[in-house]
Structure formats: C-alpha cells, structure tokens
C-alpha cells in the first residue's frame, strides 16, 4: 500500500527540481527592481557583520581547529580572522560565525536565517574563483529564493517535525547559489539541487548548543561541495526534491507545490527579509522590544512585582527556558529578553554574556515574568502587563517588533549594528571603509577589496 500511495503522490507532484534550476541557470543578471537589489546589498551587509562580529568566539575557533585537521590548501578566508583554508572549510566556519549571536537574518514566513548558507557558500567559491560583485549578488538573490519558496512550500509542518529549516532548506539555496557562479546549464543545476537534496542538516534539539549555527555553516559547505559535483558530472535524481521518496515529501507531509512557482522570476523572497535588533530567537524580539518600551515609560525594574506575558505557543515551544545559566541558553528565554528589555533597553550581544545571563538582579527580575500562550496572538505581536508594587498596571501590546518587515531597521540602524559589531574585530577605519564597499558590492570588479577589509590587521 505504501508503495501505491508513494507513487501516486509522486505523479501528482508538479517539476520542482527542473523549475527552480531552470530559473536559477536562465534568470537574467540583476534582473529585478531597484529594491530587490537595495535589499541584497542589506542582506549581505547583515550577514558579513555577524560573522565579523563572533570571530572570536570559541564556536568558530574550535571549528577552525576541527578543520585545519584536514591541513586543507588556504583557497579562502575567514571572516574577521587572519586564518585561511579550503572554500569548503571556510564556508562552514563562516557560516557557523553568522549564526553564532543568533543576531542574522530572518525570512519571518518561513523562520528561515537564509543568508548563512547562501553567503558563505558563495563568498568562499567566489575569492577561490575569482568571481566579481554582481555574480556574489544575482547568485545570493536566486539562492535565497529557491531556499525559501522550498520552506514556504513546507512550513509549517517541516519545521514542527523538528528540523532546523535554516539547515535543512539551505544546503538547497547554496547549491543553487554556487551553481549560478559557476555558471552550470540547467541539467547541471538539477543536479547540483538532486545532491544536495540528500543533505539536509539539523535539529532543533541542538537549539541553545554550538550545534545550532553549525547547521547553516554545514549547509552552506554541503550545498557547495554539490554544485562541484555537479560541474564535473556527478549525477543525481531529476526529481530529488518532489518525487514521493524525495526530499520534500520525505521530510513534510504539507507540501504547496503553488509556492515554488507563484510570481518566480517576478517577486523575490529576499524582499521579505528582515533584520534583527537584539542577539536571540526572533520570537522573543516582541517581548524585548515591549518591555523596552516599558523603560522608556519610567518603569524601573526595582519597582516590579511582576510582568504578566501574553505569547503565541511557539515563544513558549522555543524559548521557553526559564533559568538559562549560559548567554546561549539565555538567547532561548524569553523571561531572559524581558529582563533585558527592561533592565538595559537593549538586548545586543554583550547582554548575552554568561555574568548577565547569572547577575543577581537579573535572575530576580526574570523570576516575576509570567508567560501565557494564546493562540490568538501572532507569532509576531506580544501582549506584555507590568503590575507595580504600588499597584500601578503598565500595559504595552507590540503588534509587529521592530525589525519586522512591518517595522523595519533603517540602512544606518545596519549600520551602527555593523559597526558594533565588526568594529572590536577589525578596528574603526576598516569597518567604516568596509561598509561603504559593501553598500557598493554589486559594482565591484572581484572581492578582494571586501576580504582584505574583513580581516584584522
């Protein structure tokens, strides 16, 4: 019966594989309005600070270790690091510094951070390969499109099975990415998607661990080692991604063909992009942006006898921990984000530190935060009460948190997130130089400019 059942559901699915590879092989270069290209300079901008930013950080330094293991040949740099390696090892260890503050960005329909595994795949084949500008920017535009009409085509059913959807949709986006700059047919390109199709990477079990950002980084080398394949012949199903024991009907049991083709080629997922003001899970920004707004009110957190949260149940299902005694777990409490909010009126990376996470007033303050779940509340908006010990009632409802596609940040809120970001790593001049560059990346004749400024001198 089951074989009855695969079969037919295997006949009823529409050409995925051949859809997205012909439109990411044939797709004219820039071929998009003037704000799609304005967001992929931004995208890029976000991902390339982030990564800067958590250099340092023991994730990427043990990665590096784990990788220089295999004494690979120096093809590729290490963003905000002097360290070069193999584009495969560079694209995972970049990859994994993106993600490593939880501070990248976000394809709110989908949760999807989908510059990690696009970027760094691309970025690493392209300084081995000599790519220019405008190829590392049509490429991440089309990667990220095809990773996330993938996602949209599956979310939410992928997601709640337990799959870290930023891995396992986006060794997909990298494959198609780095098949662009490779400049591979569309035959190629479906093989290059069938490969990676069998690679998708991560749980969410690994949630507030090191294993979480290794997921885009092992998507993004995963998906760049398959459009190499692919170029020298290596061969996969035409149909990997929609056949009935392919991938997506493997890993979903919900799956819109409608969302792979609808508009392609004419709207663009990354337009629907956005960027994240605070250093943790996006559902808790909601509740950090309100209790920051409480602050702003003149509440004082001394003044607290508690904040009552009404959220949708998926905070609760992701950052549900209560008392995180690690800046990692920290980022997976969203009692640790009203803290923050109301505390420091911020929640950056240094409020993630562990002595924060474990300061006495802290842990006071996040043990009178009450959390509810209602269903009726979008996964984007909180309702947050503020009972004072006078008896005073403070109330803040945040329909859409800045950040939001509905609340955006600025091009100079990127900025100075960049710059907090990069500037510890790579010092003043360079992070002001390498932001102007970046804004300019599309016109770029290759990118050397862009890594001799992402490294520390």
Known sequence: ???????????????????????????????????????????????????????????????????????PAPQASILGRKERVDMGGA?????????????DDTHLKTVIHPAGPVASAILALGEHINTNGRQIIDAMVLGIDVECRVGNAMYPDHYHRG?????????????????????????????????????????????????????????????QMSALLAKHGFTASLRALEAGRGYMQTVSTKNDWSEIDRDLGKSFEISLNTYKPFACGIVIHPAIDACAQLRAQGVKADEVERIELRVHPLVLELTGKKTPKTGLEGKFSVYHGCAMGLIFGQAGESEYADDIVNRPDVVALRAKVNATTDSDISEASVDVKAILKNGKEVHVFVKNAIGSVENPMSDTNLEQKFTSLAEPIIGKQKTAQLISALWNLGKAADLKQIIQLSTPN
């Open 1 to 71: 019966m089951s074989q009855v059942i695969a079969a037919a559901a295997d006949l009823n699915a529409p050409p995925v594989t051949k859809t997205l590879a012909d439109f990411v092989s044939t797709h004219p270069s820039q071929g998009w309005s003037a704000e799609v290209e304005h967001e992929a300079h931004r995208t890029f901008l976000n991902w390339l600070g982030c990564a800067i930013g958590a250099a340092q950080h023991e994730s990427v330094t043990s990665s590096l270790a784990a990788v220089q293991e295999f004494q």
């Open 163 to 223: 799959w870290h959807i930023t891995g396992s949709t986006g060794m997909l986006g990298s494959a198609a990415a780095c098949a662009r700059i490779l400049g591979l047919d569309t035959h190629k390109t479906m093989m290059a998607l069938g490969i990676a199709a069998s690679q998708p990477i991560g749980m969410r079990e690994q949630f507030g661990t090191m294993t979480k950002p290794f997921h885009p980084g092992g998507a993004a080398r995963a998906g």
């Open 91 to 103: 694209a995972l260890i970049n990859g994994i510094s993106s993600h490593t503050f939880d501070f």
